[in-house]
């Protein structure tokens, strides 16, 4: 299993948006609709924003979406606000084994 | 709402095991799938395993012959079990809950293991 590709970081002013991608092949992302974010602050604990590919958890803003295209899904974050700067990871799961993302951290200009 | 709160030992010396257990609050081991997920100092998240409801395992396969994840219902408690650590195996280990549809939506606090000669 080796490790879904995300852009190292990405960046917005607050009120832009912001889409980080995640790429996997059709063995993975392609072949899943089981797709998750989840957001990290630092030293703290993840949490599931986005599941079944679009799906936002209770709680979740609707500011954070998510969607997928052949082997890519992405998580698109709009409205930016400081308290969004943090480490985002996708996941995908497949024959019940899951693979994470290498990771995005996301700063608020 | 599921509350995990995990337990175990943080020091290693390279070759032991490492044997976490995680507590199970206001919900069942015999509903929804339990797991393990780690993170490196700096790094990425890598799933290492999880036990379905009837008690099948699932192991990330770069880690399968070391990794044993077990239940106990009664005492609403699973654990997990990597031998041979080294100091690849450093990191901050979390218990995990999936609700269903593949999505981990409960995680416990994290205990830092380190493995260190």
């Known amino acids: 299993q080796s490790a879904l590709t995300q852009p190292p970081s990405a960046s917005g002013s607050p009120g832009q948006s912001v889409t980080i991608s995640c790429t996997g092949t059709?063995?993975?992302?392609?072949?899943?609709?089981?797709i998750s974010w989840y957001q990290q602050h630092p030293g703290k604990v993840p949490k599931l924003i986005i599941s079944?590919?679009?799906k936002r958890p209770s709680g979740v803003p609707d500011r954070f979406s998510g969607s997928k295209s052949g082997n890519t899904a992405s998580l698109t974050v709009s409205g930016l606000q400081t308290e969004d700067e943090a480490d985002y990871y996708c996941?995908?799961?497949?024959?019940?084994?899951?693979?994470f993302g290498s990771g995005t951290w996301v700063t608020v200009l | 709402q599921v509350h995990l709160q995990q337990w175990g030992t943080g020091l290693l010396e390279p070759s032991e095991t490492l044997s976490l257990t995680c507590g199970v609050h206001?919900?069942?081991?015999?509903?929804?799938?339990w797991g393990w997920i780690r993170q490196s100092p700096g790094k990425g998240l890598e799933w290492i395993g999880d036990?379905?409801?009837?008690?099948?395992?699932n192991y990330n396969p770069s880690l399968k012959s070391r990794v044993t994840i077990s239940r106990d219902t009664s005492q609403r408690q699973h654990s997990l079990r990597l031998t041979s650590v080294t100091a690849a195996d450093s990191a901050v280990y979390y218990c995990?809950?999936?609700?269903?549809?593949?999505?981990?939506?409960?995680w416990g606090q994290g205990t830092l293991v380190s493995v260190s000669s």
């Open positions: 995990v809950c999936s609700s269903g549809w593949y999505k981990i939506d409960h």
């Open positions: 206001d919900a069942s081991l015999n509903i929804f799938y």
């Open positions: 036990i379905s409801p009837s008690a099948d395992t």
């Open positions: 059709s063995s993975d992302i392609g072949a899943s609709n089981f």
């Open positions: 079944e590919v679009n």
């Open positions: 996941s995908s799961n497949v024959a019940n084994s899951y693979i």
